[in-house]
């Protein structure tokens, strides 16, 4: 069981029952995806456990998540190498608007060995394509302020149509332009699923080169 509290000024019953659902927020527009507790809840549930919140507004939030004690002895963490077919040294272009996220991506990706460049919303996105001819994949995250995902693909394609994109979305499904290599997935991306995916795009992106 791990507890989570503090002394702040609540929440009341109205948000606190909405608080996992994906895309609910009380803060203004463009101030964040509101994926981060549904983030969480989403891996809690993968580890079969859960999560309660109580609040009472003046009086502070305890969150309480109870995951399953082992039946058996846990298995070794597997050795660095598993994910070995998954690394590479190419440059990915990573455009998110949450710093949270950002950093555990670039994490990521720079563990796999990959040179990562960053950029915090489309518009920064856009001129780091410009100024960087070695990008070779773009992860792009669809709900940003200032240009969304969708807004930023068909501009991105204008500069570099065959670079691989990879799509980060809460809600499958793009109605902009996708010509040229392209994917979604959803947030939170699994590392394995995640690292796969770029190893595989960027394999294909070199068999594509004269």
Do not use: W
């Not at 029952?17 to 549904?38: C, I, S």
């Not at 609040?55 to 002895?73: H, N, Y």
């Not at 499958?172 to 995640?194: C, N, Q, W, Y």
């Amino acid at each position: 069981r791990i507890r989570i509290s503090d002394n702040g000024p609540g929440i009341d019953d109205a948000t606190r029952v909405r608080l996992f659902d994906p895309f609910f927020t009380t803060k203004e527009v463009g101030r964040g995806t509101a994926l981060g507790l549904p983030s969480a809840y989403a891996i809690i549930l993968d580890h079969q456990g859960s999560v309660r919140c109580r609040s009472t507004p003046g009086a502070g939030t305890v969150f309480t998540i109870e995951l399953p004690i082992a039946s058996e002895d846990v298995a070794p963490t597997p050795p660095a190498g598993v994910l070995s077919d998954s690394r590479g040294d190419e440059t990915i272009l990573l455009i998110d608007d949450e710093p949270l996220v950002r950093r555990a991506l670039v994490a990521m990706l720079e563990n796999a060995g990959f040179h990562v460049l960053e950029a915090g919303d489309g518009r920064e996105g856009l001129q780091r394509l410009q100024d960087s001819t070695g990008v070779q994949l773009v992860v792009l995250d669809r709900s940003m302020p200032h240009m969304s995902g969708d807004e930023l693909l068909p501009r991105l394609r204008a500069l570099r149509p065959d670079v691989p994109v990879i799509l980060l979305t809460g809600y499958p499904g793009s109605e902009t332009d996708v010509s040229g290599p392209f994917t979604e997935i959803t947030k939170p991306p699994r590392s394995a699923m995640l690292l796969g995916t770029i190893r595989k795009m960027l394999d294909d992106a070199a068999r594509r080169a004269p």
